[in-house]
Nanobody, 130 residues
Framework: QVQLVESGGGLVQNGSSLRLSCTASGRSISDHTVAWFRQTAGKPEREIVA?????????WYDDSVKGRLTISRDKAKNTVYLQMDSLKPEDTAVYYC??????????????????????WGQGTQVTVSS
């Protein structure tokens, strides 16, 4: 069983940066596709914002975050990161990481299927003030 724990969230000002971490325990996720999702207050669904292939070579980003968010992974630390730069108030949300042990293919031009992800963290709050 895989347990995922997110950290690094907080309250920041418009234009600031944060780095979120997603650390796995229980089993290695080095062969998993991993993604970051976010859920804003009042919305029932989590939206996927970034994904990274198990190799770490391929990534995908939602248009709303392209050029501002960067997903990366450190297999030795069993951790995936989300570097968030030029944050905006509309980025305010709870951010979740999730892993797909089926290692679905990640390409830059196709949104990953949310249903593919098997393991989820508990989320970390990011609040961006204007």
């Amino acid at each position: 069983q895989v347990q995922l724990v997110e950290s690094g969230g907080g309250l920041v000002q418009n234009g600031s940066s944060l780095r979120l971490s997603c650390t796995a325990s229980g089993r290695s996720i080095s062969d998993h596709t991993v993604a970051w999702f976010r859920q804003t207050a009042g919305k029932p669904e989590r939206e996927i914002v970034a994904a990274i292939s198990w190799t770490g070579v391929s990534t995908w980003y939602d248009d709303s975050v392209k050029g501002r968010l960067t997903i990366s992974r450190d297999k030795a630390k069993n951790t995936v990161y989300l570097q968030m730069d030029s944050l905006k108030p509309e980025d305010t949300a709870v951010y979740y990481c999730a892993s797909d042990e089926g290692a679905s293919t990640v390409t830059s031009n196709r949104r990953p299927y949310s249903s593919a992800f098997d393991y989820w963290g508990q989320g970390t709050q990011v609040t961006v003030s204007s």
